[in-house]
């Protein structure tokens, strides 16, 4: 003891790295059993993208996407037919058990999303209210854009969570989004930044929002491998992935004055409504639907397959929904 003390003093360097070792070596060593440390994602931290867990035995650093599918470059399936009129700007389809990516094309490209916003909207209002909780509308709900898809609320007309999800994911009301957007976020500029933090944490860090519904704003964009990653985590909701399934809505909500409002609708998507039918081997279990002048036709679904295994599939800025569906079903027919 004496011989390394009297080295130390000597060597004031060595000294201050084994000091330094001692303070850190706690953070990461346990006395017994395993220790986790999670860090949320962050692209301005090369630490965040990393779960570290350490035992006794050994240390671990798990990867960020380790239970996720990674796109690097685009994986071409079978014959392209993305050209002419029926062409698009990106797809994706992922086994989302496997993690396997099937196709992509373009998958990292920005884009407008339109409707398909709806998914994370979806997401955030999950993740931070009950669904018993009581929205309110108030002025900001009163829009005017043509050809706006609405549910025609007025001020200080009142629903639950729980029916204004399936009216925003099954009928794509932009004014049911501001709805749940007020009263959850505060504001439509609140509730964004709870979208924007939520694609951050969930590694889709290409992707920026500015309101709950997708009605366009340059400066609101996403990918398609981002919205797998958001459609992903919404479908880690029972409620979510029940709802985008259904092919048909009843509800009533009540008006300011008291009387009951009768609403109806049918499911924007295309496969769930009877309209297009998948492969013999393929269920579409739901999706979200989106097309707007600027963004296109969009749809990020859900399907499975004979053995139960799960595939994410997503096309952006469809030239038409023809394209779009189309397309689709392409990508399930890779499937085997």
């Known amino acids: 003891m004496r011989c390394i003390s009297n080295f130390f003093r000597r060597n004031n360097i060595c000294r201050r790295r084994l000091l330094s070792i001692i303070t850190v070596l706690p953070l990461f060593l346990s006395a017994c059993g395993s220790k986790s440390f999670d860090y949320p994602f962050n692209i301005n931290n090369s630490q965040s993208a990393f779960r570290f867990e350490t035992s006794n035995a050994n240390d671990v650093a798990e990867s960020f996407a380790s239970d996720l599918a990674v796109v690097s470059e685009d994986v071409i399936a079978g014959e392209e037919v993305s050209t002419g009129e029926n062409s698009y700007?990106?797809?994706?389809?992922?086994?989302?058990?496997?993690?396997?990516?099937?196709?992509s094309k373009n998958a990292h490209a920005k884009l407008y999303p339109a409707s398909m916003t709806k998914v994370m909207t979806a997401l955030v209002a999950l993740e931070n209210c009950d669904k018993d909780k009581i929205l309110t509308a108030d002025m900001n709900c009163l829009i005017t854009e043509e050809g706006a898809q609405l549910a025609g609320l007025q001020v200080g007309d009142t629903m639950t969570l729980d029916q204004a999800l399936h009216i925003l994911l099954i009928y794509s009301a932009n004014d049911v989004a501001v709805m749940i957007a007020d009263n959850i976020g505060g504001s439509v500029d609140g509730f964004a930044d709870m979208m924007n933090a939520k694609a951050k944490e969930i590694g889709a860090t290409n992707t920026h929002f500015v309101n709950p519904h997708g009605l366009h704003d340059e400066n609101h964009y996403t990918t398609a491998y981002d919205m797998y990653l958001m459609f992903n985590a919404a479908c880690s909701y029972e409620e979510f992935t029940?709802?985008?399934?259904?092919?048909?809505?009843?509800?009533?909500?009540?008006?300011?004055?008291?009387?009951?409002?009768?609403?109806?609708?049918?499911?924007?998507?295309?496969?769930?409504?009877?309209?297009?039918?998948?492969?013999?081997?393929?269920?579409?279990?739901?999706?979200?639907?989106?097309?707007?002048?600027?963004?296109?036709a969009c749809l990020v679904m859900l399907s499975k397959?004979?053995?139960g295994a799960s595939y994410i599939s997503c096309v952006m800025k469809g030239t038409n929904i023809d394209a779009t569906y189309g397309k689709t079903k392409a990508m399930l027919e890779i499937i085997q």
Request: charged share 15%; glycine share 8%; with cysteine.
């Open 89 to 103: 700007a990106s797809a994706l389809l992922v086994n989302a058990d496997s993690n396997e990516v099937l196709y």
């Open 242 to 296: 029940e709802i985008i399934n259904m092919s048909s809505y009843t509800t009533s909500y009540k008006h300011s004055s008291g009387a009951s409002a009768d609403f109806s609708c049918d499911n924007t998507n295309r496969f769930i409504n009877g309209k297009i039918y998948p492969p013999t081997n393929i269920t579409v279990m739901g999706g979200k639907t989106g097309t707007t002048l600027a963004a296109g």
């Open 305 to 307: 397959d004979t053995k």
